[in-house]
């Protein structure tokens, strides 16, 4: 690092649980890089739905937070320092992560992150700083979930939740794979769902007649990315044999034999990922960017719900 670099970083922090005013633009050391860590100039940070959730303390217990702490797992960056066994990446590259640490303490919502190297890939050229930030946590998911339902060409399957963050990435991959994709949304979200190139359903009362009537031998997976009662209907649309995943659920897991996931990181299907972004092949949503003295209006507006696509803070 240059050795006329301050020593001191601007971040978004939260010193103790609670809701979104537990949020300050603070100052702090910036991070050392470990053996197997890189240390990245931030350019761009993805929000999730999880950040705000371990802000508001209900994950205590699933995982620990060092407070204070900062925010975010997923950034795109530039490598500004390398440790002492990180032969893949140097000073320079722009990378792309889903850097999630077993202690949430040194988030992406600051001007540098420490990042393992065993969560970083390369970002393509063609692909935008806030377009690699908005991939990481919501394609992986989408894409560990095909994988461990099976999804493969010649399929139909059931996407609960398909217009949101995950969902949208999930149609767009099970359609890549060759299967026919019918999706759960709101009907303000039915043209959305159409132009990925899926059949939407709307929730609620209608939803298994509709469903039957569209696919009369049951689906072949639900994927289930909305959580709530998605899953109430699926014993009437499973087809025998049929495989359920969910990330909100548990009962796709206790009571149909499927999964439910904690999406892991894995560098490997992050740059498989990023390279379907850069050849066209894998469209990327972003609703809004905010700078990062704003990035706390940023969550409140993620907090609201309302918005499809990523919500993205540039630094």
């Known amino acids: 690092m240059d050795a006329g670099l301050s020593r001191r970083m601007k971040a978004l922090e939260y010193a103790e649980f609670g809701g979104n005013d537990r949020f300050r633009i603070a100052e702090r050391e910036l991070p050392h890089p470990g053996p197997d860590t890189l240390?990245?100039?931030?350019?761009?940070?993805?929000?999730?739905?999880?950040?705000?959730?371990?802000?508001?303390?209900?994950?205590?217990?699933?995982?620990?937070?060092q407070l204070p702490a900062v925010p975010g797992w997923d950034v795109a960056g530039i490598v500004e320092r390398v440790g002492l066994d990180t032969p893949e990446f140097a000073v320079g590259d722009?990378?792309?992560?889903?850097?999630?640490?077993?202690?949430?303490?040194?988030?992406?919502?600051?001007?540098?992150?420490?990042?393992?190297?065993?969560?970083?890939?390369?970002?393509?050229?063609?692909?935008?700083?806030?377009?690699?930030?908005?991939?990481?946590?919501?394609?992986?998911?989408?894409?560990?979930?095909?994988?461990r339902a099976g999804v493969r060409s010649g399929q139909t399957i059931l996407i609960h939740g398909a217009a949101g963050g995950v969902g949208s990435f999930g149609v767009q991959l099970a359609k890549l794979r060759g299967a026919h994709v019918v999706g759960t949304a709101s009907p303000r979200n039915h043209d959305y769902l159409r132009s990925l190139g899926a059949e939407p359903l709307a929730y609620g009362e209608g939803l298994v007649a509709a469903a039957r009537e569209l696919v009369p031998g049951g689906f072949d997976a639900i994927v289930d990315f909305a959580g709530g009662s998605s899953l109430d209907s699926a014993s009437e649309l499973l087809a025998p044999g049929g495989a359920v995943v969910s990330i909100a659920d548990q009962r796709a897991?206790?009571?149909?034999?499927?999964?439910?996931?904690?999406?892991?990181?894995?560098?490997?299907?992050?740059?498989?990922?990023?390279?379907?972004?850069?050849?066209?092949?894998?469209?990327?949503?972003?609703?809004?960017?905010?700078?990062?003295?704003?990035?706390?209006?940023?969550?409140?507006?993620?907090?609201?719900?309302?918005?499809?696509?990523?919500?993205?803070?540039?630094?």
């Open 253 to 315: 897991r206790t009571e149909f034999g499927g999964h439910s996931i904690w999406v892991r990181p894995d560098a490997t299907q992050l740059a498989e990922l990023a390279g379907l972004v850069a050849s066209g092949d894998l469209h990327v949503e972003i609703a809004a960017t905010y700078p990062l003295d704003e990035a706390a209006a940023a969550y409140a507006a993620l907090e609201e719900g309302h918005t499809r696509g990523k919500i993205v803070v540039t630094v």
């Open 94 to 147: 722009a990378v792309v992560a889903y850097a999630r640490a077993d202690v949430v303490q040194h988030g992406s919502l600051a001007e540098f992150m420490p990042v393992p190297v065993r969560t970083a890939a390369h970002k393509p050229e063609g692909v935008s700083f806030e377009q690699a930030a908005a991939l990481p946590l919501t394609g992986l998911t989408a894409l560990q979930s095909l994988e």
């Open 39 to 65: 240390v990245v100039r931030v350019v761009a940070a993805g929000l999730n739905p999880v950040d705000y959730k371990i802000r508001e303390g209900y994950l205590r217990g699933v995982i620990d937070t």
